[in-house]
């Protein structure tokens, strides 16, 4: 569970340090769809084609939900791209601290082997008494 939500916190991290180095190219799109979006419209609600241009709006904010959805898609899959390298090398840290785990134990283990004769001889006596 903590691993999960260390990850989870990482990710967020990550979305919002590039969100901040980097212009938004979605904020950029959102400029430049309510600009065209604008141009479109006539300039008095008066027009004789005030019909026509609604048609026109219609089909600008389908092409830039398109274009939109097309962006996101591609910083998720960028996103992703980073979240897999990070959990391969969590992996390979994960992976090198049980190597030193392994190794840690072996030495404790020897260290109480090499101390046990010593105990043992210290607890009778040491030299025996002839």
Known sequence: MKKILFFALISIVFFCGFSALATDPLE???????KQY????????????????KLGQTALGTLYT??????????NQEILEKYDEM?????????????????????????????????????SGGWSDQ
């Open 28 to 34: 950029e799109l959102l400029e430049e769809f309510e």
């Open 38 to 53: 604008t141009e479109i419209k006539p300039p008095s609600q008066y027009s004789s084609v005030n019909s026509d241009y």
């Open 66 to 75: 398109t274009k939109a959805i097309g962006l996101l898609y591609r910083q």
């Open 87 to 123: 959990l391969r090398r969590y992996d390979k840290i994960i992976e090198q601290n049980r190597e030193i785990i392994k190794i840690l134990s072996q030495m404790a283990k020897n260290q109480k082997e090499l101390a046990s004769p010593h105990n043992s001889e210290s607890s």
